[in-house]
């Protein structure tokens, strides 16, 4: 996450959070990452930094993006999941060519 070292009078105030969501089914695997901006607004309940946990920093994430981004991300995880299982493009050797 980054911070300013002071914003609004409070200390370490996250404004952008870098994330990354992995999915498997236990033999395949994929990743999304990005980063989100993420607004403190004066006068909101302020958390410390040092006191912010992981359920809150992901419920800020998903906030911003907002239900279909999210919903998007994780049908692009499963989709990408299944084309390594089934994958939709293949590289069969060349028929001509000799195997040993």
Known sequence: MNCYPTY?????????VHW???ATD???????YGTVGVTY????????YADLTQAQV???VQDAMGPEQ?????????????NQV???VVTP?????TTN
């Open 8 to 16: 609004e009078s409070q200390t370490d105030v996250v404004f952008n």
């Open 20 to 22: 990354r969501v992995n």
């Open 26 to 32: 236990g033999t395949y695997n994929a990743t999304v």
């Open 41 to 48: 607004v004066a006068g909101s309940p302020y958390t410390p």
């Open 58 to 60: 992901v419920g800020w």
């Open 70 to 82: 999210v919903a998007s991300i994780e049908a692009n995880l499963a989709t990408s999941i299944a």
């Open 86 to 88: 089934n994958p939709p």
């Open 93 to 97: 050797p060349l028929p001509w060519a």
